[in-house]
């Protein structure tokens, strides 16, 4: 329990503690006891109340205990030990199971047939049936707060919990001083008036049981404690409003009001009242009040939840007009890309063809079979990456493996003119699939981009290795080699900007990192750490899916070696 909840239990203490003096103050002393008794029986009574929270089931019993005692001794305290067990017994139902219930259960019944018996006059079948009901219906409440509580669509018991401590604090100060000028008994007086009040906290829960609840409250006291009449109506006027803001039908509603009209003529018109027209009238404007307060506050919910539903709808729509604005961008990519970028590619490789059967043998000849090889895997790139453009819900195949396209790209750069020493570890074939793929882009990447700004003659090497927990793949290359400053430059290869950047998302996107600078050699070294899952057995296959970036890994570019 935090510390914000100690003022609640000293105010639960000091309650209990002044329901008992209010009570026994009045009632006198004990016979059995000194005549200063009040105070230290009222603390004794009430102070526990303060631990009922914590330990509900304690207090339970340390109550039914202490209201034997109090019955034995004569002390008008058996009356509050009598309410505050019920209170007790009802917050172990609420807070703990069934077995520590059925104990607490088990002695408020004892201990309240013990209260009710006479001396030396036997339990009879009435006297039973009020030490077995008075105690489980404070259980029934607990159980049912635990349980279907949340029913109501906004689960909030602050509503509840007011109207229980109003209707209590309500109850029991404006009835108390009559507890004792009926024909009951103080504590049964005083236990239905705590009731009464406390039916309130689940009257939004069943509002038509607490109104009938309170309608049968209002019949006994206008039978048996008239002084409590008014207290009572007004609880009935209560239960009336909370059931017509729960209830929609106007139907019952005019049935609980009929009802209500007419208890509340039983118990306001006596036999010496002159019934009038106005009379009658206020009377009915008295019961439509609660009536039009209920309604009133039922429209509202009503409307609050209808203009929620609303935003809701509303957001729900948003978010599909978005994604349909994105796969009608997308169909746009995809046909731009498919008008352009296909039609150079497709005229690249059919001219390439050409010249390749026009050429004679020798270098020549072999660029042209490269230049059409790779514009054949280009134009099948491209076409998974529009069928991916045009149904994003789709999960493209691997084109190759990935251990496959990093052999190709360093036997392509190597065919290019650059110096690549390759040295690619077995047991990376058992890391995940995205892992071995994003190794593989990063490795076309930085090949690439070696032959961008170092040119063709640079000597490189690259590691793809598995470390510990991580998969790593490190990129170095020399300084250029000072002859190509003498030799006829092809002119500098197209760039983006935009490589590192790609990389350092494709791998922060995996929870590694990258990094990329001179070395002190003065040349360049870009290393990959990408975190993998502990190294599988050999028996163990790698996962079969299609890593999640598939689309990214296409559009940056692809398995295919192009600069980004």
């Known amino acids: 329990m935090r510390w914000r909840g100690v003022p609640l239990d000293l105010l639960l203490a000091a309650a209990g503690t002044a329901l008992d003096l209010m009570l026994s103050a009045k009632g006198g002393g004990s016979a059995l006891l000194p005549g200063n008794e009040v105070i230290p029986m009222a603390v004794a009574v009430g102070a526990p109340m303060g ?6 089931l304690a207090v339970s019993l340390y109550l039914a205990a202490f209201l034997v005692f109090t019955d034995q001794v004569g002390s008008f305290t058996a ?4 309410m505050l067990l019920c ?3 009802g917050l172990v139902a609420y807070y703990s199971g069934w077995r520590p219930t059925c104990v607490a259960l088990g002695a408020a019944i004892a201990a309240t047939a013990t209260n009710l018996a006479d001396p030396g006059i036997a339990l009879t079948t009435n006297s039973w049936m009020y030490s077995v009901l008075v105690p489980t219906f404070p259980v029934l409440i607990g159980t049912y707060l635990r349980g279907p509580a949340g029913r109501l669509k ?12 109003g209707g209590v604090a309500f109850t029991v100060l404006s009835t108390w001083t009559d507890w004792h000028s009926g024909s009951q008994p103080v504590w049964v007086v005083g236990l239905f008036a705590v009731l009464g009040g406390l039916s309130l906290g689940v009257a939004r829960r069943f509002p038509g049981l607490v109104f009938i609840f309170q309608s049968v409250l209002l019949i006994a006291a206008d039978q048996y404690l008239h002084e409590t009449v008014n207290t009572c109506l007004i609880l009935m006027l209560i239960a009336l409003c909370v059931f017509a803001m729960r209830i929609a039908s106007w139907a019952w509603i005019t049935v609980t009001y009929v009802i209500c009209t007419m208890l509340a003529s039983l118990a306001i018109v006596e036999d010496s009242t002159e019934v009038t027209a106005f009379r009658v009238a206020i009377l009915m404007a008295l019961v439509t009040t609660p009536v039009a307060i209920g309604r009133y506050l039922g429209v509202r919910q009503a409307a609050a939840e209808a203009e929620r539903l609303r935003v809701r709808e509303s957001a729900r729509l948003a978010v599909a007009q978005v994604r349909a604005d994105q796969l009608l961008e997308r169909e746009n990519i995809a046909r731009e890309v498919h008008d352009i970028v296909a ?6 490789v059919l001219r390439a063809g050409a010249a390749r059967y026009a050429a004679p043998e020798g270098p020549v000849a072999d660029a042209l079979a490269d230049i059409r090889e790779t514009g054949h895997q280009a134009l099948e790139d491209l076409r998974g990456l529009l069928d991916v453009l045009r149904d ?3 999960r493209p195949d691997m084109p190759a493996d990935p251990a496959e396209v990093i052999r190709e790209s360093a036997e392509r750069m190597t065919a290019a003119g650059l110096q690549v020493e390759l040295e690619l570890d077995p047991a990376t074939a058992h890391a995940p699939l995205v892992a071995r793929a994003s190794a593989a882009r990063i490795v076309q990447e930085g ?3 070696v032959l961008k700004h ?5 000597q490189v090497s690259v590691a793809v290795t598995t470390t510990g927990q991580a998969l790593t793949v490190r990129v170095r290359n020399g300084p250029p080699p000072t002859i190509i400053e003498r030799l006829p430059s092809p002119g500098r290869l197209p760039s983006s900007g935009r490589g590192l950047a790609g990389m350092r998302e494709r791998v922060r996107a995996l929870g590694g990192t990258l990094t990329a600078g001179l070395d002190q050699d003065g040349g360049w070294l870009l290393t990959a750490d990408m975190p993998i899952a502990s190294p599988a057995s050999p028996t163990t296959s790698p996962p079969a899916e299609r890593p999640t970036g598939c689309i990214t890994d296409l559009i940056t570019g692809g398995l295919t070696g192009g600069a980004t």
């Open 343 to 348: 039609h150079h590619v497709g005229a690249m």
């Open 79 to 82: 009356n509050t030990a009598q």
């Open 51 to 56: 631990l009922v929270r914590r330990a509900p």
């Open 454 to 458: 170092a040119g063709p003659g640079t």
């Open 87 to 89: 209170v007790a017994i």
């Open 447 to 449: 090949l690439t981009n």
């Open 154 to 165: 906004d689960g909030d018991i602050s509503p509840d919990v007011l109207l229980a401590g």
């Open 392 to 394: 994003p819900g789709r």
